[in-house]
């Protein structure tokens, strides 16, 4: 699939996703290039359609983007609840597990989601995948002994490599953190990694949604598709 389907895809879903929102509601706004193509329909609806709503952002990308329609952006702890998280992923399968962290957001992410009523990810087909794992799972990690976290990594197996930017210089998370990618081609036992990854000194998050998420949105070329967890 080239750039322009696949965007067309992301497109699709996002603008399926963003008909969830509604006046009144607090709603965390995600980040990557899917979320881009919702908030995006998002400020068209706030600028045409007079949607009022508070949102929730995941990184500052997505905040200046949402702030440049008018959207009103507030912080995370600011609000005693989310009504309803819109984000993308990288990766989800069909238990509902899921990676997320390629646009290195995944601690804000993460913590947005959990104080959320409702998840919702929203993706191109290529996303949807029997077993997660192809896809690097991001680690986010401390500067601090970050060289003495990716030794630990590898002794475990987990083929870590500090994430770079086209510099060559380490990629920094909104929280000043590195990124960590573990290549590790399958996760078969997702819930044992995420145990051993957060009892890990100096590892903040990592990029493992397990079972949290209510409903994915898929941009398929038949127009986008549904899949809903019926263990939420």
Do not use: C
């Not at 881009?36 to 400020?43: I, N, P, S, T, Y």
């Not at 601690?107 to 690097?136: C, H, M, Q, R, Y």
């Not at 986010?140 to 003495?148: D, K, Q, S, T």
């Not at 987990?158 to 770079?164: A, D, I, S």
């Amino acid at each position: 699939m080239d750039k322009a389907q696949q965007d067309a895809l992301k497109k699709a879903a996002g603008i399926e996703a963003a008909k969830l929102i509604e006046n009144g509601m607090i709603a965390g706004l995600g980040t990557g290039s899917t979320v881009k193509f919702l908030v995006d329909e998002l400020g068209r609806r706030h600028q045409e359609e007079g949607l009022e709503f508070t949102g929730v952002t995941t990184s500052r990308r997505t905040q200046a983007q949402a702030e440049s329609y008018g959207i009103k952006i507030v912080d995370v702890d600011d609000v005693d609840h989310i009504d309803i998280t819109i984000d993308g992923a990288d990766e989800v399968d069909s238990n509902f597990n899921g990676i997320k962290g390629g646009g290195a957001a995944l601690l804000w992410e993460k913590i947005v989601a959990i104080n959320s009523n409702k998840i919702v990810w929203i993706v191109d087909e290529s996303k949807v995948v029997d077993t997660i794992g192809k896809f690097p799972l991001p680690v986010e990690v401390i500067p601090f002994g970050a060289g003495h976290v990716i030794k630990k990594l590898e002794a475990k197996g987990y083929n870590p490599v500090l994430r770079l930017d086209a510099d060559g210089k380490e990629v920094r998370t909104d929280e000043n953190n590195f990124v960590v990618d573990l290549h590790l081609e399958k996760i078969e036992h997702p819930t044992d990694l995420a145990e051993d990854l957060i009892n890990m000194v100096g590892v903040v998050e990592h990029g493992l949604f397990l079972n949290m998420v209510d409903k994915v949105i898929v941009g398929d070329p038949n127009g986008p598709r549904v899949m809903t967890n019926s263990n939420k």
